[in-house]
């Protein structure tokens, strides 16, 4: 068997740090919330395609080749990549195969691709804010046994999830949008282009009353 450089993953580590530094800052100026941030747009898909052109070469990266840092940068750089579907839709294959992240973060990232297909997720994992301006999780599929499907992967009750995410959003200042059909009409002009879906009816009706 070929040798593996212990370094052909490791500048996914530098590449979160750039995001979460991006983020950091749009956090302070305000400018982060609301519609996706063109700066942030633009570095997500930079290191989506970049993440996209390492696990073509390698694979998805291996715990005891590549270590825990890797793999959670991995992880969160396909979670970031909201404007590149097809990496999301692969990576999701290649971490059911390999068992790369852990059953919580494969749900997460199951649950991103349901909501940005038009269809609803299965863990209550992805929130947005309601027209009643209310912080709540996008619709779930049988919302009646959501937290059983959540235990069996080791995530709390949706009910402490909704808490827990309202906390974060009130320490960042996040609010909810102003004018609330012009933020649905602009995210769902956003999953047009970035190919989510082919047209606006694709998205299941409980996201409009959403």
């Not at 402490?160 to 909810?176: C, H, V, Y």
Request: with cysteine; aromatic share 10%.
């Amino acid at each position: 068997m070929p040798e593996i450089s212990l370094s052909r993953f490791n500048e996914l580590i530098l590449l979160v740090q750039q995001d979460l530094e991006l983020r950091s800052k749009l956090v302070q100026t305000g400018e982060l919330f609301g519609d996706y941030h063109p700066l942030m747009e633009a570095l997500h898909t930079s290191n989506g395609t970049r993440l996209e052109t390492l696990i073509d070469s390698f694979g998805w990266p291996i715990l005891e080749i590549d270590g825990p840092e890797v793999l959670k940068a991995a992880w969160l750089i396909v979670m970031h990549a909201i404007s590149l579907p097809a990496l999301q839709k692969k990576a999701l294959n290649l971490l059911r195969a390999s068992g790369g992240c852990s059953p919580e973060e494969l749900a997460m990232l199951e649950d991103r691709i349901l909501v940005f297909s038009g269809m609803k997720q299965k863990f209550g994992t992805q929130f947005d804010w309601s027209r009643d301006g209310c912080l709540l999780p996008y619709p779930i599929e049988n919302i009646e046994f959501v937290d059983e499907r959540r235990c069996t992967i080791g995530l709390p009750p949706l009910s402490d999830g909704i808490e827990r995410l309202r906390e974060r959003a009130r320490l960042e200042g996040e609010k909810p949008p102003s004018d609330y059909s012009a933020y649905l009409s602009r995210r769902e002009s956003w999953m047009l282009r970035a190919g989510w879906i082919y047209q606006v009816s694709d998205i299941d009706e409980a996201f409009h009353q959403f």
